[in-house]
């Protein structure tokens, strides 16, 4: 009788594993995708911009970016989902569009640095804390180049001092947060309860 019942704890743990496994992938598959956007976004931007600072702080970051892309790609396959059919997804379309028609190097820097990028390096400090080790490590590389890219930006943004123009900087950062936002809430939110699930269950 003792073994059945232990043999029923060991199966229900297995179910909760994989469950939690299958919101992790989810997760991350949020992340590629916002990467992928990212990359193009940053491609993009430097046929744009004609500003030669500019140019030299967002060609290192295209450079972090594409390293992201393919550390949370292994992470992915080594959970044992695909990043195969990830790339046609618009689940990220709209939010990405907006940072893409800004008409101005300080719009960008408003929408993605501190729209996207800042969404971004919210949700993996937060993740680290809810993951395996390999992973966590993983998301505090990213966290560290975010960090770093977001303070470069913010020395960029300084420099614009008219008013309204920081108004509608402001608006932006906050409307592609609340678009992010949108495509992320159920994964997150389920992934949150689980946790808290299971730091009750251990008291």
């Keep these: 009788m003792l073994m059945v019942a232990g043999d029923l704890m060991a199966y229900a743990l297995s179910i909760q594993r994989e469950a939690s496994r299958d919101i992790v992938l989810q997760i991350l598959s949020r992340l590629w995708q916002t990467k992928l956007r990212s990359i193009s976004i940053l491609e993009k931007?430097?046929?744009?911009?004609?500003?030669?600072?500019?140019?030299?702080?967002?060609?290192?970051?295209?450079?972090?970016?594409?390293?992201?892309?393919?550390?949370?790609?292994?992470?992915?396959?080594?959970?044992?989902?695909?990043?195969?059919?990830?790339?046609?997804?618009?689940?990220?379309?709209?939010?990405?569009?907006?940072?893409?028609?800004?008409?101005?190097?300080?719009?960008?820097?408003?929408?993605?640095?501190?729209?996207?990028?800042?969404?971004t390096l919210d949700r993996c400090g937060h993740m680290m804390q809810l993951v395996d080790i390999r992973l966590g490590r993983t998301l505090e590389q990213i966290v560290l180049d975010e960090e770093r890219h977001i303070r470069w930006a913010d020395i960029r943004l300084a420099r614009l001092k008219d008013v309204e123009e920081l108004r509608l900087c402001q608006q932006l950062m906050e409307r592609v947060g609340g678009m992010l936002e949108g495509v992320w809430p159920k994964p997150w939110l389920e992934l949150n309860r689980r946790r808290a699930v299971s730091i009750v269950a251990r008291r």
Excluded: M
Excluded at 49 to 63: C, F, H, M, S, Y
Excluded at 76 to 91: D, P, V
Excluded at 109 to 119: E, R
């Design 45 to 119: 931007w430097l046929e744009k911009t004609a500003d030669a600072e500019i140019i030299a702080g967002l060609k290192p970051q295209l450079i972090d970016e594409r390293r992201h892309l393919r550390i949370l790609g292994d992470e992915i396959k080594r959970l044992g989902g695909s990043i195969a059919a990830l790339s046609r997804e618009n689940r990220l379309g709209r939010p990405f569009a907006l940072v893409q028609t800004q008409p101005n190097d300080f719009y960008r820097l408003s929408a993605f640095h501190f729209g996207s990028k800042a969404f």
